[in-house]
């Protein structure tokens, strides 16, 4: 099958819509916001749990290797033949993740669930290296943006939208 520029830019648009979510997610987990995570936990759990099954599974979208069943899946590999060297034990993490608590309850796992997530580090450091992946190729679009710059832009939107929020709920006086 053809690669078109469509495909790279609904690549492109998972990518960023998938680390927003990472973002966000990582941001309510290890946040400082007291008041307004305590007073509304149920509401920020549900958030938090909806934002990390998003990212999982936009994570393993953007990874999975083609297969018998699914040959023109529109991954990392579908646009380039690449290797992500160190990298496969986050990636095999991820995949773990989505196919035995996000996709399906694997209720052998889910009864002895290891609630160990990955760390931002290894997570983060994918992002990059997709990223990096997306800038080679942009020139066989015809795009010209740097994906891993605008990962640093969408990360400092997350910060900005979220300092406002603090500001709104009175965690943050200037």
Wanted: charged share 35%.
């Amino acid at each position: 099958m053809k690669r078109i520029e469509r495909d790279f830019d609904s690549f492109v648009l998972n990518l960023e819509l998938t680390y927003r979510f990472f973002r966000l997610e990582r941001y309510l987990t290890t946040s400082q916001l007291k008041r307004p995570l305590k007073e509304n936990r149920k509401f920020f759990d549900l958030v938090r749990s909806a934002l990390f099954r998003c990212y999982v599974i936009g994570l393993a979208n953007m990874l999975e290797k083609p297969n018998s069943r699914f040959s023109d899946v529109l991954s990392v590999f579908f646009l380039m033949d690449v290797k992500l060297e160190n990298h496969e034990q986050t990636i095999k993490k991820i995949f773990e993740w989505r196919n035995k608590f996000v996709a399906h309850w694997d209720v052998n796992q889910f009864r002895n669930v290891d609630t160990s997530r990955l760390s931002e580090k290894e997570i983060e450091s994918l992002f990059e290296k997709v990223a990096e992946i997306v800038d080679d190729l942009k020139t066989r679009y015809n795009r010209s943006e740097n994906y891993k710059n605008r990962l640093q832009k969408i990360k400092q939107e997350i910060d900005s939208m979220l300092f406002d929020f603090k500001l709104s709920v009175g965690e943050l006086s200037i």
